[in-house]
């Protein structure tokens, strides 16, 4: 399923309904989304004191992504991509998500559609991890020096 080496929590076919889409009809309903998110974390502690408290909360995860997807109403589907892997950072301890997120019923002759991305924490935990975020972070330098 995911293929790294280090410790993963994963969810696998989240489904959420909300507004997704550029066109006025697809803003004006809710659309099913597919989400499976793999969060690169450190397990060592929880799986020797079989502590909950110890564990990242994959029903924290889905509770909060599920949210996420509902408040932001996103047009893009990269945009939305990369407003969870922000907040997923933001909120939990992990080093690496890898996130993909598919419509279902956008394309009647696909299964699904959709996109996937990979982000590694920021260095500051105040800083986006988008492509986006990081290119004003460094063109904000660049105009500093």
């Known amino acids: 399923m995911f293929h790294t080496q280090s410790d993963v929590v994963f969810v696998k076919g989240l489904k959420v309904e909300a507004v ?8 004006a309903i809710t ?21 909950v408290n110890d564990a990242l909360s994959y029903k924290d995860v889905c ?7 509902k408040q932001i109403q996103a047009k893009l589907l990269e ?7 922000d907040r ?9 998500i890898t996130l993909s997120i598919a419509k279902p019923t956008a394309i009647v002759q696909a299964d ?7 982000r590694y924490a920021p260095a500051s935990t105040s800083e986006p991890a988008t492509k986006e975020a990081a290119k004003e972070v460094n063109d904000t330098q660049a105009d500093d020096a």
């Open 63 to 69: 509770d909060d992504v599920s949210e996420w997807c």
């Open 112 to 118: 699904a559609v959709g996109v996937q991305i990979t």
């Open 79 to 85: 945009h939305l991509a990369g407003q969870i892997s």
């Open 20 to 27: 997704i889409g550029v066109f006025d009809w697809e803003r």
């Open 88 to 96: 997923l950072f933001e909120k939990y301890d992990c080093q690496k």
């Open 31 to 51: 659309q099913p989304l597919l989400i499976d998110i793999a969060l690169e974390t450190d397990i060592s502690r929880a799986s020797v004191s079989d502590d």
